[in-house]
């Protein structure tokens, strides 16, 4: 029986939740017109969700179907009971640009005759537009989404000039990150381009233009007037804005997080931090750890609160600009974005190749990087595969992020296999070169890694999640084979303009040194040698078919060609016969782990303390169970994933791919990495 036909027993027979359910599954299904409107009016009128009923209805009044009945519907469902909002706040907006001196039209339309009206979709700032003249509805439009869409900043040889600007988040951060021309010595407005009046009038109904004029920043350009552009102040106004002194950065001007997120360990995230180094429109530092970060961010504080006078923190906190302090100390609700942006604004590091008189405001640019990103795997009670990771907890609850008010980030990947080899090589190392102090530790032993590997999926957002809504990911192969064309793409994407600085590494402004022959080890800049090296003797055959057959969607979204995967399907025998074969994996972990237990206090089987050979024995069947525990484990977590590979988060949202920065094919200057 179709959904339709079960719908309208449903309702029959009275048990209308029900009945919106069956109906809304029958458009999803493609129900014929007429059922697609019987469907939309029953869920309209039966207190099913209304968004469907409305998509329902523009889709079917775009097709040129029951527009004398859509038409009248959504008018008195959707549009004439918000009316007077919409009439207030275009009357507010037109009141308080008629007074504004940097627009130069007065003759705001009537509001009954507005080109465009906007039909309220949700209580978000969403809505719908109907163009009166095409008679036609157009896309869904949030005016509060949070995404720069376009590359405003991509030169600064003249003051910043935009288009058809119609979203409030953008106007908002053109106003917040484009510096003052009284605080640089220059003119400097932002010139506001809008093609049709008409129009521009219609989207003040939605808008919200008060904050926005208070700092005179915009100048606002009607159709012809582009022919204005740049305008000399000093003629028109009389304002001569060469007569002010440059100011230096204020703390809270800094607005704009670039978050350089570290997908997993060895991805080539240093690479991409010594090609934004230097870049003069950015405060930019060498990753450093999140826990340093959070530290020293609570010792500032801590100072600050212990000062009883702006003398004393002068006093206390030594080499930072005195104006850095003063600011602080007096800011009462001081906040720890605050704080790190002080902390970055006073390393002379960051701040290296910062323009003082640079038109925008300089954006933060921040990985904050953890030793290892290790996620857990379980089954809720929906039966839903939930993948959490305390790491990114951590970054999700801190205030450093979420009081930033513009967030751009992006994603370094490299191929999994060799991510995972050059991580096994490191932490082997690591535990070798493990001084005294930390012999026994964790921190100094090779964990799981094939497991950690296959379940961080940090390439999966849920797409609505604030710190990850206006992010890309990039490829390292991409970035070492064709610069040009991935930092243009990069740089675009965030918002800078491209820079000489982009074509060099550098840390601090001074170039990395350029090291030929370097064997196994730093291969820096943009030597792409690394991108090869398989690190054959840190992982074997059988580990690299597992990690590429339970990450196969990424290989594919991402473009990555399988090496070792074969295609051939896959079941929990195969599973464990090719964990069977983890001896390379499980080499480095015995090695390493043997340590451990070596250092820690080891009893027989009766309780007691045991020594010499005896004692070598037991640590050795102690280590031998501990492995045998990962085995265990690999076993458990692997009939999950062949349940398939879908996920949710802890909040039961659906995880999908980060989006993959597009390259302009012109610049290649190789073929794409596969």
């Known amino acids: 029986m179709e959904a339709i036909e079960i719908a309208r027993k449903l309702a029959a027979l009275g048990q209308a939740k029900d009945a919106c359910t069956a109906y809304g599954l029958a458009i999803q299904q493609g129900a014929d017109p007429m059922e697609q409107m019987e469907a939309a009016a029953y869920i309209l009128q039966n207190g099913g969700d209304y968004r469907v009923s409305y998509g329902c209805f523009v889709g079917l009044y775009n097709q040129g179907l029951f527009r004398e009945d859509i038409l009248p519907l959504m008018e008195a469902v959707f549009y004439e009971p918000n009316i007077k909002m919409l009439r207030s706040r275009y009357e507010r907006n037109c009141k308080r640009l008629a007074k504004y001196p940097y627009l130069f039209r007065r003759d705001f339309v009537p509001?009954?005759?507005?080109?465009?009206?906007?039909?309220?979709y949700d209580d978000h700032n969403g809505?719908?537009?109907?163009?009166?003249?095409?008679?036609?509805?157009?896309?869904?439009?949030?005016?509060?989404?949070?995404?720069?869409?376009?590359?405003?900043?991509?030169?600064?040889?003249?003051?910043?000039?935009?288009?058809d600007v119609?979203?409030?988040?953008?106007?908002?951060?053109?106003?917040?990150?484009?510096?003052?021309s009284e605080d640089i010595g220059r003119e400097n407005h932002v010139y506001l381009h809008y093609t049709d009046w008409g129009v521009f009038c219609s989207y003040l109904q939605c808008l919200n233009v008060r904050k926005l004029l208070e700092s005179r920043k915009l100048v606002f350009l009607i159709e012809d007037e582009i022919e204005q552009y740049p305008i000399d102040f000093k003629e028109k106004f009389g304002i001569d804005y060469s007569q002010y002194s440059v100011k230096p950065i204020g703390i809270r001007e800094v607005n704009k997080l670039i978050w350089h997120t570290q997908l997993s360990t060895h991805n080539g995230g240093d690479f991409f931090n010594e090609v934004f180094d230097a870049h003069p429109n950015l405060l930019c530092m060498p990753s450093v750890m999140m826990s340093n970060v959070e530290e020293e961010v609570g010792k500032v504080r801590?100072?600050?609160?212990?000062?009883?006078?702006?003398?004393?923190?002068?006093?206390?906190?030594?080499?930072?600009?005195?104006?850095?302090?003063?600011?602080?100390?007096?800011?009462?609700d001081r906040t720890d974005k605050d704080l790190m942006v002080a902390l970055f604004l006073s390393q002379k590091t960051a701040i290296c190749c910062m323009q003082a008189d640079a038109r925008i405001v300089p954006a933060l640019f921040l990985q904050p990087h953890f030793y290892n990103i290790v996620y857990s795997l379980r089954v809720d009670g929906a039966n839903r595969t939930v993948l959490e990771a305390k790491n990114y907890e951590e970054i999700h609850q801190s205030p450093i992020f979420r009081n930033f008010k513009y967030i751009k980030t992006f994603t370094p990947m490299r191929r999994?296999?060799?991510?995972?080899?050059?991580?096994?090589?490191?932490?082997?190392?690591?535990?070798?070169?493990?001084?005294?102090?930390?012999?026994?530790?964790?921190?100094?032993?090779?964990?799981?890694a094939v497991m950690e590997r296959i379940l961080n999926r940090s390439f999966m957002i849920d797409p609505e999640d604030r710190l990850y809504k206006d992010g890309i990911l990039v490829r390292l192969e991409d970035g070492k084979l064709n610069p040009k064309a991935t930092f243009r793409a990069l740089a675009a994407f965030l918002d800078l303009p491209y820079t000489e600085s982009m074509e060099m590494c550098s840390e601090g402004g001074v170039p990395v040194p350029y090291l030929g022959g370097c064997g196994d080890g730093y291969a820096p800049g943009f030597n792409p040698r690394k991108i090869y090296n398989t690190y054959d003797k840190y992982v074997n055959d059988n580990e690299r078919y597992f990690?590429?057959?339970?990450?196969?969607?990424?290989?594919?979204?991402?473009?990555?060609?399988?090496?070792?995967?074969?295609?051939?399907?896959?079941?929990?025998a195969k599973c464990e016969e090719l964990i069977k074969g983890f001896t390379t994996i499980d080499h480095?972990?015995?090695?390493?782990?043997?340590?451990?237990?070596?250092?820690?206090?080891?009893?027989?089987?009766?309780?007691?303390?045991?020594?010499?050979?005896?004692e070598q024995l037991v640590q050795q069947k102690a280590l031998d169970e501990y492995v045998q525990g990962y085995t265990r484990s690999r076993i458990a977590n692997t009939k999950i994933l062949l349940e398939g590979l879908r996920f949710v988060n802890k909040n039961g949202q659906p995880l999908h791919m980060m989006p993959m920065l597009k390259l302009d094919k012109e610049l290649l200057e190789q073929p794409l990495y596969h």
Not at 166 to 180: G, I, K
């Open 302 to 332: 801590a100072m600050l609160n212990d000062c009883g006078s702006v003398r004393e923190a002068l006093q206390r906190i030594l080499n930072w600009p005195g104006y850095l302090i003063q600011d602080l100390y007096h800011m009462r």
């Open 166 to 180: 119609y979203s409030q988040y953008e106007l908002e951060y053109l106003n917040d990150n484009v510096r003052r």
């Open 547 to 572: 990690i590429e057959y339970f990450l196969r969607d990424a290989y594919e979204y991402y473009g990555y060609d399988f090496h070792y995967y074969d295609g051939a399907a896959v079941d929990e």
């Open 127 to 163: 809505y719908v537009p109907f163009y009166r003249k095409e008679g036609r509805f157009g896309e869904f439009v949030n005016f509060g989404e949070t995404v720069i869409s376009r590359n405003f900043f991509k030169d600064l040889d003249k003051p910043v000039l935009a288009a």
């Open 111 to 120: 509001f009954e005759e507005l080109p465009v009206r906007f039909f309220p």
């Open 588 to 614: 480095y972990i015995k090695e390493t782990w043997l340590k451990v237990f070596r250092e820690g206090e080891v009893t027989s089987e009766e309780g007691k303390r045991v020594d010499g050979v005896l």
């Open 416 to 448: 999994f296999t060799t991510s995972h080899g050059a991580s096994v090589r490191f932490m082997y190392h690591e535990a070798l070169n493990a001084d005294d102090k930390e012999k026994g530790s964790t921190k100094t032993v090779v964990s799981d």
